[in-house]
């Protein structure tokens, strides 16, 4: 180079950070002007064509214009030393090096004869990254996968990349229109605000899915194969509608199953093809296919190197038979099944392979399963992962397994289920199975993941008829991480208050012994409506405490054993239905007079059950059964025997469909004689009551015996008139009776939604309830009858104060028919005083035929806690009976 003249190197990056050159606030920076324009030829003469430039010794470097960076460190970059001959390609090669680092957006070299002079201007640093315009992607999923950040240098290729991610992360929400533009804010100190503001566009929708090239199927029938739908009225809630590459591609595989299920192996995808229409808002999918031809079982056979697997016997064994249509399905549940049959005989590890030979000539497919020898296993070890608030014994006693032990693929399923069946952790846990550090040596790995164990059921409000009430109720089914169980109650409003403690330990001293035991207090109030005013019958108190425990007698049937003591006080309002010291049986009704007084029940009862359900708290296949007793007469003043038996069996029917069928029934038989000669041998408080939440479609206690009050309308004493339900009044009282004996028998089943409504803990249901509560000692009515004065015929209103307006006369009578003590009345002369109007009682209801309701139901297990709505309809009801359409729950979780 000559010695004294004075060349400049533009930088490669210098036309292309022009654009951001000055202080420009929010100066657009688009996708398309990320990437840097060609660079003309650097700006240096031409050399004479008749010698080329000589080599020049680098004499000193210096650097000018750095503010964060060290001259050194950026020294440090370059190939450049003093004392080094240079030429043109040298310093261009230096210019290259400045520009690969992207911590410049301008660089230049100047050189002086050997003096070379770096001038920089450092690329600025981020400030804030910020997202505007995201409403369905929220920042918590766009931040993590974007690199740039604050207190990073700033760089185009970094801005590129990360429009491009946020893009992608949009396309797998199948928002295919969705557009990002990259602004820079310029501030203070060579600093920048990078602002990404996102267009998020519509939903891109599938809007026609065509397939070509099927004969043997229907479109309609392929389509309803896929996991991805049409767009259209049908599936406007759908999730599956929006296009999604990975769905595309599950979608060829349940083509290729649904074929290879019916026969077809030669069944093949030729292409699948989706195309976004010009306004990237709708797809259009095309697949082509080759059916091929259909083909049958041909010979099946088994052969086996265990000598524990006997091919003969397991050939017979075999669900698929020579001549049925061919089935790959059935082909794979096959080897599961085999599998698991291995490991029965300890065999964790069994190789099964099936060998396929194809016939095309006759279009047979011939199996053969191969069972390989492998050795018999042994637990070597049993991990568990994942539990911090859990104890490991508290898993480790559910397993079946214990290290040593052969292993056995049936004690770890059992152990799966009894693990599920806590309900501590994640829904479908499974133990994996490794392999141990011999080839006859298992480790099973358990990794849990917990869950919320407590509930907390909590509600307060106002009404005209409760006042103030307030309901709560807590629970924790995994106490302290011991799988103890600790409950607590409390309900209180105007006419109802309780209060109850519990506690249970499932492994007493680690022994598989359960024991338990609860107080309370419950004060229960019974009432109807007179006009609008509510008004209580009867109320009871009882307070008392209950012990149980139980054992495991085998692996699935169970005893438990329970002692309870309570005290009954039942009451009624002085006022309102005595007359003098007694039960005045024309007000109260003589039903209500036979209950009052003080009891004390002393209970002693077992229940004997068996349940080998898969999970106990949301069962998918299985059943259980259980027989109870209670024996009321170990001392008290109450004797009864109460049975109840009942049985539950659950379907798995494919598709997650599930449907449980339950019946139960139960009797009481008393001891003792009745309280009076017309009332029944079983107290009101001691019989069956059916209704919400065992039968839905109908009220509490809405099904069985009852009583019914009606008003008598006495404008003509002559000719009265009873207002009954069909005139639009259901009565003055309605006293609910309940039953010695009832049954109710459900049918209902689950229905599966889509992979959305399952994330949101939606579970579905229809449902068929059926049953009845029935058997009951008619008691004494009070009929209109009783109102007819017989000297005239006209109906009156009872007096009991006679007819001088003195004070009344307080007394009472025995019934020589009934035995039954009666209140001294008599019929009202014009002009005195009502105490009594007519009215007529009617009994309804003691019959065994079948109520039967219909409905629809979900369970949700919302943010704030489980939620059951139903909805249901009377099918079938007896005159009496209280219906109810709409009822819910709901709870929340810790």
Not at 178 to 192: G, I
Not at 720 to 728: A, L, S
């Amino acid at each position: 180079m000559n010695g004294v003249a004075s060349h400049t190197i533009l930088g490669r990056t210098q036309l292309s950070v022009a654009l951001l050159a000055g202080t420009m606030l929010s100066a657009p920076l688009m996708a398309q002007d990320v990437a840097p324009p060609a660079v003309p030829a650097p700006t240096v003469p031409a050399p004479a064509p008749e010698a080329a430039p000589a080599a020049t010794t680098i004499r000193s470097i210096t650097v000018t214009g750095n503010q964060r960076l060290e001259a050194q460190t950026i020294l440090s970059y370059l190939r450049l030393r003093v004392g080094q001959t240079y030429d043109r390609a040298t310093l261009d090669q230096a210019l290259k090096d400045l520009a690969a680092t992207e911590l410049f957006k301008d660089f230049q070299i100047t050189d002086n004869e050997g003096a070379l002079q770096i001038q920089v201007t450092e690329n600025p640093v981020i400030n804030r990254v910020i997202l505007e315009g995201n409403k369905r992607l929220k920042e918590d999923k766009i931040r993590p996968e974007i690199k740039l950040a604050p207190r990073q240098i700033f760089t185009r290729s970094k801005v590129r990349a990360d429009v491009a991610r946020i893009i992608e992360l949009y396309k797998r929400q199948g928002r295919f229109a969705a557009t990002v533009e990259p602004k820079m804010v310029s501030l203070d100190q060579n600093r920048v605000d990078v602002v990404f503001e996102i267009n998020e566009g519509p939903k891109s929708k599938v809007r026609q899915i065509n397939i070509i090239g099927n004969e043997k199927f229907s479109d309609g029938d392929l389509k309803d194969e896929m996991a991805t739908k049409e767009t259209g009225l049908l599936t406007i809630l759908s999730s599956n509608t929006s296009y999604d590459p990975d769905r595309l591609a599950y979608d060829q595989q349940k083509l290729r199953l649904f074929y290879l299920t019916n026969g077809y192996a030669d069944f093949r995808v030729i292409s699948a093809v989706a195309e976004l229409t010009s306004n990237k808002q709708d797809f259009i999918i095309t697949y082509v296919v080759e059916e091929g031809e259909r083909y049958k079982f041909g010979d099946v056979d088994v052969k086996s190197e265990l000598r524990d697997f006997q091919p003969e016997m397991l050939k017979k064994l075999l669900p698929m038979k020579t001549d049925d249509w061919y089935d790959a399905k059935l082909v794979e549940d096959t080897v599961e099944s085999l599998s698991e049959t291995a490991g029965l005989f300890g065999y964790a590890f069994a190789d099964i392979n099936p060998e396929f030979r194809r016939n095309p000539d006759d279009r047979t497919m011939d199996i053969t399963f191969n069972v390989a020898e492998s050795p018999r296993t042994y637990v070597e070890r049993i991990d568990v992962n994942g539990n911090t608030l859990t104890h490991d014994k508290v898993v480790r006693r559910e397993f079946r397994l214990n290290e040593g032990d052969a292993f056995n693929s049936f004690g770890v399923k059992r152990t799966e289920n009894r693990i599920n069946s806590l309900g501590y952790f994640q829904e479908n846990l499974e133990i994996e199975r490794k392999e141990g550090s011999a080839p006859d040596r298992i480790v099973l790995e358990t990794n849990v993941e917990e869950k919320p164990t407590g509930e907390l059921s909590l509600s307060a409000g106002f009404s005209s008829i409760e006042n103030f009430l307030l309901q709560a109720s807590i629970r924790q089914r995994n106490f302290r991480g011991l799988g103890q169980q600790l409950q607590a109650s409390v309900n209180y409003s105007s006419y109802s208050k309780s209060v109850e403690l519990g506690f249970t330990e499932p492994y007493l001293f680690d022994r598989n012994i359960s024991v338990g035991g609860s107080v309370y207090r419950r004060d229960l109030n019974s009432f109807n409506f007179i006009d609008n005013d509510r008004r209580t019958t009867f109320e009871q108190v009882t307070t008392g405490f209950q012990l149980n425990a139980g054992v495991p007698l085998t692996e699935f049937l169970s005893f438990f054993g329970r002692y309870s003591l309570n005290f009954d006080d039942v009451t009624l309002d002085r006022n309102l239905y005595y007359f003098g010291n007694e039960c005045d049986p024309f007000v109260a009704g003589r039903y209500l007079c036979d209950a009052i007084g003080k009891r004390t029940t002393s209970l002693i009862g077992y229940t004997l059950a068996y349940d080998d359900r898969d999970n106990r708290l949301r069962p998918t296949r299985g059943q259980s059964a259980s027989l109870s007793q209670d024996f009321a007469g170990l001392g008290g003043s109450v004797k009864y025997v109460r049975t109840r038996i009942a049985a539950s069996k659950h379907f798995n029917l494919g598709s997650r469909f599930i449907l449980n069928v339950s019946a139960e029934g139960g009797y009481i038989y008393p001891f003792g004689s009745a309280p009076t000669p017309t009332s029944d041998r079983v107290r009101l408080i001691d019989r069956f009551q059916l209704g919400e939440p065992q039968m839905r479609g109908f009220d509490i206690r809405g099904i069985g015996p009852r009583v019914i009050r009606y008003a008598v309308d006495n404008t003509d004493p002559a000719n009265p008139i009873v207002i009954t339900e069909t005139d639009g009044n259901r009565g003055q009282i309605d006293d609910a009776l309940g039953g010695r004996a009832y049954y109710q028998g459900r049918i209902e089943l689950d229905i599966p939604l889509g992979t959305g409504a399952k994330e949101l803990g939606l579970r579905p249901s229809i449902f068929l309830d059926v049953g009845s509560v029935f058997n009951v000692r008619k008691p004494e009515l009070t009929t209109l009858a009783r109102f007819i004065d017989p000297a005239d015929g006209l109906a009156k209103n009872l007096c009991r104060n006679g007819t001088t307006g003195a004070p009344p006369t307080f007394g009472s009578n025995v019934n020589p028919t009934t035995g039954a003590i009666e209140t001294q009345y008599q019929y009202c002369p014009a002009g005195t005083t009502s105490n009594l109007p007519p009215f007529e009682e009617r009994f309804f209801g003691d019959t065994w035929m079948p109520r039967v309701s219909i409905g629809a139901g979900v369970n949700w297990n919302s943010p704030f806690g489980p939620f059951r709505i139903d909805f249901a309809y009377a099918l079938r009801k007896e005159e009496g009976d209280d219906t109810k359409r709409f009822s819910f729950n709901v709870g929340t979780q810790f």
